[in-house]
């Protein structure tokens, strides 16, 4: 399993530790992942995803999932949430 966002698709950086006498060392910037279920009530179901922080608050502010899908542009969602968008697009055209 990839350390990746699966919505907004944040991976692990690599950058330097400096220390004073000016050495550097190579380290990673994890992304703050947590395993989270969100419900979709287009599709009726439990979607489990592996998402940053950063994502769950925004999530939450459009107002969930399913808000949160059908506002963002794709080109900047994951392959996973790109699915899951096409997914909700075709259900809501159904309930239409």
Known sequence: MTKAC?????KVQFGN????????????????????TFKSELLNKKIK????????RTV????????????TKSKKL??????????MDIAASKVS
Request: proline share 0%; net charge positive; hydrophobic share 35%.
């Open 6 to 10: 699966d919505l907004s698709g944040k």
């Open 17 to 36: 530790n400096v220390s004073k006498a000016n050495n550097k060392t190579r380290r990673k910037f994890n992304v703050n992942l947590q395993a989270v």
């Open 49 to 56: 995803l592996s998402v940053a922080t950063s994502s769950i």
């Open 60 to 71: 939450s502010k459009f107002g969930g999932i399913d808000e949160f899908l059908t506002k």
């Open 78 to 87: 994951s392959l996973k949430a790109k699915r899951l968008q096409r997914a």
